[in-house]
């Protein structure tokens, strides 16, 4: 039986809503939840505090919730590389940066074309070890989730790190306000946010969906897959089949290959980012506003994410 934790809108969500699983809220008291990230080597969950300028914990094993890091260059988004170490956007350092195993912080991408990065706000890294990311104003256009300063660039682009040289091209400059992105299951797509609305008027608060090309390296052919119903789309992430579990303002939609929005998981905030996790990697972890949720579903996350 599917329980009020769930919204189906078409037939085919009805393969992913367990029956009698509810959404649970594993922490609360944040200002601004972003990021999460499952580390499967130690069972635990971090994510951004924005505001508070902290990464939080939250410990599988025994549900306790500790702080991670603090200060934390108001960290954004999260992922983990294909070795684990945690790559990290910071509003902050206006950078994306990565743990090393011995704990040291190497900063990966400040700048573009000699001037500086707005403020990195989500990363996915790609199976060729690649990492790409999005660089809206958000971390700059005010101090409460970093620190207010004047766009260098004067552009909110998506940019792709190489992952030899460490070289930073611009893969995507059509875009008002990009923010969460992540690639399909064959990586045929990358799927990006705009959340542009926010600061123009009838602005964009869709998805659009982009071909990478053959070397893998650039996107083209962009369009408009999915726009928002409720709020804004902001972090998302996709499942084994190719749907798309992004965060928006009722809680999290679930758009199904072909751009159809084919159910909710209904959350009582608004709703930043998600991630897979659990050792089935279905267990489904998402942060509202001032807290960390999960619930269990009917598939599992892509490999790599």
């Known amino acids: 039986m599917q329980t009020p ?22 922490y609360t008291g944040c200002r601004w939840s972003e990021g999460p990230t499952y580390v499967p080597a130690g ?30 260059f108001h960290s954004n988004g999260h992922t983990l590389d294909r070795q684990g170490r945690l790559i990290s956007c910071e509003h902050g350092g206006r950078c994306v940066s990565r743990v090393e195993h011995d704990g040291r912080r190497t900063v990966l991408a400040d700048r573009f074309e000699g001037r500086r990065l707005n403020s990195p706000n989500d990363v996915v890294v790609k199976s060729d070890g690649s990492i790409w990311f ?7 256009d005010s101090d409460y989730e970093g620190d207010a300063a004047e766009s260098e660039i004067g ?3 998506v940019y792709r790190i190489d992952p030899d040289k460490l070289a930073v091209t611009c893969v995507i400059d059509d875009m008002v306000r990009p923010n969460g992105l ?21 602005g964009p608060r869709h998805l659009r969906r982009y071909t990478l090309d053959a070397s893998g390296r650039s996107v083209r052919d962009g369009e408009l897959w999915a726009t928002a119903t409720v709020g804004l789309f902001d972090g998302f992430r996709c499942d084994v089949d190719g749907n798309v579990w992004a965060g928006a303002g009722d809680g ?3 758009i199904a290959p072909d751009g ?4 909710k998981i209904l959350v009582p905030e608004v709703v930043a980012n998600v991630c897979w996790g659990g050792p089935k990697r279905n267990r489904l972890f998402i942060c509202g506003t001032t807290s960390l949720y999960a619930i269990y579903l009917r598939t599992t996350g892509a490999s790599w994410i």
């Open 43 to 72: 069972r635990y969950v971090v994510w951004s505090d924005i505001p508070n300028n902290r990464v939080m914990r939250w410990d599988e094993t025994d549900g306790s919730v500790s702080v991670f890091m603090q200060p934390a």
């Open 182 to 202: 992540a690639f399909s299951p064959d990586e045929q797509w990358l799927y990006v946010a705009d959340t542009g609305a926010s600061h123009v008027p009838n």
């Open 155 to 157: 552009a909110s682009q």
């Open 252 to 254: 999290v939609h679930c």
């Open 5 to 26: 934790s769930f919204e189906t809108l078409d037939p085919r969500f009805g393969r992913y809503a367990l029956g009698n699983v509810h959404l649970e809220r594993l």
């Open 260 to 263: 159809t929005l084919i159910g």
């Open 134 to 140: 999005t660089d809206p104003t958000y971390g700059i």
